[in-house]
Nanobody, 122 residues
Framework: QVQLVESGGGLVQAGGSLRLSCVASGRSFSSYTLGWFRQAPGKERDFVAGITWAAGTTYYSNSVKGRFTISRDSAKNTVYLQLNSLKPEDTAVYYC???????????????WGQGTQVTVSS
């Protein structure tokens, strides 16, 4: 089993920035895609960004393109999500996920972290 632990969430003013981290452990995941999803109160858990561990190919939802950047550090078993130009509508619990096809839809993600809260005030 893969354990995923997120950190870096917090409260920030609109226009500010945060960097989220997700540390993976437990087994090799070189064939996996790691993704970030978010869930606002009363909303579904939606895809934000993803990255293939092996090649570093990135994927983004249209709502965050140009503002968020996903990256990985293979030596540290860590994936990052840099959140810039934050908007109040970005407020959500952000979850790190992993799986063989964990991109665009959560149904292909086998492992999930506990989530980290991001709150953007207006």
């Amino acid at each position: 089993q893969v354990q995923l632990v997120e950190s870096g969430g917090g409260l920030v003013q609109a226009g500010g920035s945060l960097r989220l981290s997700c540390v993976a452990s437990g087994r090799s995941f070189s064939s996996y895609t790691l993704g970030w999803f978010r869930q606002a109160p009363g909303k579904e858990r939606d895809f934000v960004a993803g990255i293939t561990w092996a090649a570093g190919t990135t994927y983004y939802s249209n709502s965050v393109k140009g503002r968020f950047t996903i990256s990985r550090d293979s030596a540290k078993n860590t994936v990052y999500l840099q959140l810039n130009s934050l908007k109040p509508e970005d407020t959500a619990v952000y979850y790190c996920a992993a799986g063989g096809g964990c991109v665009y839809t959560r149904t292909s993600c086998d492992y999930w972290g506990q989530g980290t809260q991001v709150t953007v005030s207006s």
